[in-house]
């Protein structure tokens, strides 16, 4: 979160710097309202719990080598080749 943080008061000082070189205009004051969320949104998740991280080894499917049935595709549409009613060679 700190580096968060820190990040968010550089972007805030460039802003500034773009403020100062051309003014108030709707793209500036869009830029500075975008930083404004930023650091609302840093401040929301800071007092957030944070969420136990989660393991992917359990959403692993294993996938065998062996060839698929070829059953498995009769009446699918390849429309990579134009479907499933081309001839065949």
Do not use: F, K
């Not at 830029?31 to 929301?44: G, K, S, T, Y």
């Not at 009446?75 to 065949?88: L, N, P, S």
């Amino acid at each position: 979160m700190s580096e968060l943080r820190r990040t968010i008061g550089q972007l805030r000082q460039c802003v500034g710097a773009v403020r100062a070189r051309y003014g108030e205009g709707p793209a500036v004051r869009r830029l500075v309202n975008d930083v404004d969320r930023l650091d609302i949104d840093a401040l929301d998740l800071d007092q957030a719990v944070p969420v136990p991280s989660q393991s992917t080894a359990a959403e692993r499917v294993p996938v065998p080598d062996t060839p698929y049935d070829p059953s498995l595709w009769d009446g699918a549409d390849d429309e990579g080749v134009g479907g499933y009613h081309r001839e065949q060679r």
